[in-house]
């Protein structure tokens, strides 16, 4: 039984980079539950902390952030979060404030706003050894004295010291309820607040608390206002003549708050910190070399190709004993149903399918969130933004787009869950928006077979590669400007000043990364895995019925000479074709009819819906050539090669022509047909409007390019 | 009195006005960034673009577009700062 149920909530605030994380895994020990918080994207992370004593009490850690003056959603969460305006979220009965011990002055202008609040709150210095080792000596008692008597700790929570001391703190913060020292407001910035105070309590009824008198009064953006339902017209005229009575005392309203803090910090600071002998830490120097004008890029590609290969050839181990691990519980499964031959399916085509379809995305998920947990805790991810960030900047993007769209050559859906370490709200659905484009590898078989089968024979061996190589690029050629013109005309999203704290480096946690991975998977296999495996079930409960016995005796009577191989393979091509898969891809097939596909390539590109490579095995089975056909198969190269159109005006000419060759590709290079992408988009984004969208316009964008290449290829050949 | 995008790497001086009203001048102050402080251009980015600004014990990286508003006065008495750079 943990008390944590019925109700001492305290949350963890800190700015970025003060290792808050890591605190926060010390002091819960990993007895975590992570969610979402209502109607944004960001997560919720909660677990119990023991105070020591045997009172148990629920940690929330809220995002990293600088000030309390909203300008991202992580932002207005915590406001929110602190002053209980969450659904479904009580307002927190304390907080636990990490600063970091290096650079108190700067950090203490959050805990200072969050004093304002009025909430019971222990101040934890982290970081101690660093600022033991720069020198710095901290009265850490005149520090809590100057702050009304909150508890102030030196930790350092990568070496697991004072942990015991914070749990000790939280306990004395939440039995003893001090609130922090807060701020001297001047007289005529009180009158200020007090005359908003007062005109909004008075237009919406509520009671208005300082803190949201103060966010009312020095933030440009209305959040707090909205939340309050504090009306554009009733709000203008009152806040104007605050300003103006903020302004004519000498302050410029914008820039009242941190003044008044930093100058009272100052004083409260005085004394409390002594700088003796110390070292100067490693980071400049290493900077010096990372980020050098020629050395630095050097280093930054090394780096982030070593980086994809380990992605891209590191999984490819895990990936295929997953395969091997899916295929061999078909081989014991399958045999005893085959009496039933519809369950049969079912259960190692559908349900195993389906399982094995987001499995198999682990390895990636997992080895890519290991790297970018050692880029980001080590402080090199900051670095990868600062050199790359002149290349995104100009089509709205930022340099931390980079990492997403590099990994997106592996696979979209690693690279969407990876979207989230960019903070600008505009530029990560951005970058999440051009991700799928990029080509992964589950277009490399289609590439491979159309190459091997037509462009090779053909042309020969150069231009075989020179087509692969071009077809890995026209994802990335419509990919930049559609970026260009999501940020510019469609996101009505603010965009963010890109002001990034390039932080001191860090040997990065073990813990904390093996465990940031862990959550990021389980996350994907409980919220995209579902809908993955629906997806899969689906797929092949349309392209399994209706099965009539009929025809299989029907084919058998037909070819009477022909092996028991080729007949169970014309039987197969026979029932997709009459499934109802093949009955919509005959339906359709007008539609695909101007890029050259006939309804045998359509129907694979409508089954290639769970995963773009399906259509490879599609193919084979449409072609009569039998299941399980990969890109090297010389049977099915063969039979694409005489495949010729039965009827209409091209009757007795190739379909598999050079034009519908390129086309076909080309769709691929550009289409959504990737359910997991989508699954994924939608969890990443919030809901299913941009999953959507990002479908529409991938389709639409892919038939209307490969039309053109068709259309224009054929006239020319 | 210079723009702080003008600045050569290794420049320093002491901030002598911004633009408050800009988001991202907000962003700076809350880091500490006030009228009065001293700053120094560490280095640009490779391609010219962003700045590594320290100021406060700390550096930050911003864009030129968004270091055009803070105006140096490179010619300040700056005191020989410790080198805090962490």
């Known amino acids: ?717 | 009195m210079t723009p702080l995008s003008q600045l050569l790497p290794g420049q320093f001086g002491k901030l002598a006005s911004l633009n408050p009203e800009r988001g991202v001048d907000q962003r700076l102050m809350a880091l500490g960034l006030l009228p009065g402080m001293v700053l120094k251009l560490i280095r640009k980015a490779p391609l010219g673009d962003p700045l590594a600004v320290e100021f406060c014990g700390q550096v930050v990286s911003l864009r030129l577009a968004e270091a055009e508003n803070l105006i140096i006065d490179v010619s300040a008495d700056c005191p020989i700062q410790r080198p805090r750079q962490p």
């Open chain 1, 1 to 717: 039984m943990s008390s944590s149920d019925a109700g001492v909530l305290v949350a963890l605030v800190g700015n970025p980079n003060t290792g808050k994380s890591t605190l926060f895994n010390a002091l819960t020990g990993l007895r975590q539950r992570v969610g979402n918080y209502p109607g944004v994207t960001v997560s919720r992370k909660s677990g119990t902390c023991d105070l020591g004593d045997g009172q148990k009490v629920e940690l929330v850690d809220l995002p990293g952030l600088y000030s309390l003056a909203a300008a991202s959603p992580d932002e207005q969460v915590v406001i929110d979060a602190l002053s209980g305006n969450i659904a479904g979220d009580r307002r927190p009965d304390a907080v636990v404030m990490v600063v970091d011990a290096t650079n108190l002055l700067r950090n203490l202008f959050l805990a200072s706003q969050v004093a304002e609040l009025g909430l019971p709150l222990v101040l934890v210095l982290n970081q101690a050894d660093v600022a033991q080792e720069q020198g710095l000596r901290i009265d850490t008692e005149l520090l809590s004295r100057r702050l009304g008597g909150v508890p102030v700790i030196l930790t350092s929570a990568w070496k697991g010291e004072g942990i015991p001391e914070v749990r000790g703190g939280l306990a004395e913060a939440l039995s003893r309820r001090t609130p922090m020292k807060r701020v001297t407001w001047p007289v005529d910035i009180a009158g200020a607040l007090a005359g908003v105070a007062q005109a909004a309590s008075a237009d919406t009824g509520k009671a208005i608390s300082a803190a949201d008198a103060q966010r009312l009064l020095f933030d440009t953006n209305a959040a707090t206002a909205e939340r309050l339902g504090w009306t554009l017209e009733r709000r203008e005229k009152p806040l104007r003549s605050a300003r103006e009575r903020v302004r004519n005392s000498g302050y410029n309203p914008m820039a009242a708050e941190p003044l008044v803090h930093y100058a009272q910090l100052r004083v409260v600071l005085d004394g409390v910190v002594t700088e003796g002998l110390g070292k100067a830490g490693r980071t400049a120097a290493v900077d010096r070399l990372l980020l050098h004008r020629l050395l630095g890029p050097v280093l930054f590609l090394g780096i982030m190709l070593g980086f994809f290969a380990s992605v891209f050839w590191l999984a490819k181990f895990p990936m295929d004993w997953i395969q091997l691990g899916v295929d061999w519980t078909k081989g014991v499964v399958a045999p005893p149903l085959s009496p039933y031959p519809m369950l049969q399916s079912l259960v190692a085509d559908g349900i195993l399918g389906g399982v094995g379809a987001f499995l198999v995305f682990l390895p990636q998920i997992l080895i890519l969130f290991l790297f970018i947990g050692i880029l980001e805790d080590s402080g090199y991810m900051a670095r990868a933004a600062f050199i790359m960030d002149r290349l995104f900047s100009w089509c709205g993007l930022n340099g931390k787009s980079f990492v997403p769209m590099l990994s997106g050559f592996a696979c979209a859906i690693p690279s969407l869950l990876s979207t989230r370490t960019i903070e600008d709200p505009k530029a990560r659905l951005a970058t999440a928006f051009v991700v799928p484009f990029m080509s992964c590898s589950a277009r490399f078989p289609i590439y491979a077979l159309m190459c091997a089968a037509f462009i090779g024979p053909l042309y020969g061996p150069g231009w075989e590669s020179l087509v692969m190589v071009g077809m890995h690029c026209v994802g990335l050629v419509f990919a930049v400007p559609t970026a260009f013109v999501l940020t510019r005309l469609v996101l009505k999203v603010k965009p963010q000043p890109f002001v990034l704290e390039l932080p001191r480096y860090q040997m990065p946690k073990p813990r904390d990364v093996v465990w940031r991975m862990w959550q990021n998977a389980a996350e994907f296999v409980s919220k995209a895995g579902t809908v993955i495996f629906a997806i899969t079930i689906i797929v092949w409960a349309l392209s399994y019925f209706p099965r009539d016995a009929s025809v299989a005796e029907r084919i058998r009577a037909e070819h009477p000479t022909e092996s028991a191989e080729q007949v169970k393979a014309r039987v197969q091509a026979a029932y997709v074709e009459q499934s109802y898969m093949g009955r919509f891809g005959k339906a359709i097939q007008p539609v695909f009819d101007p890029l050259g596909f006939d309804w045998k390539i359509t129907v694979g590109v409508l089954a290639s819906f769970p995963a773009r490579e399906v259509i490879v095995s599609t193919l084979g089975v449409t072609y009569s050539v039998g299941e399980g056909a990969e890109a090297d198969s010389q049977d099915l190269r063969k039979a694409m090669q005489d495949a010729k159109w039965s009827e209409g005006p091209r009757a007795g000419t190739p379909i598999f022509s050079l034009a519908a060759v390129l086309a076909l590709m080309v769709f691929f290079a550009l289409c959504s047909q990737c359910g997991p992408t989508i699954a994924t988009l939608a969890q990443e984004t919030g809901g299913w409007r941009w999953a959507a969208g990002s479908f529409v316009y991938m389709t639409t964008l892919a038939w209307i390019v490969s039309m053109a290449v068709y259309q224009v290829v054929i006239r020319l050949t």
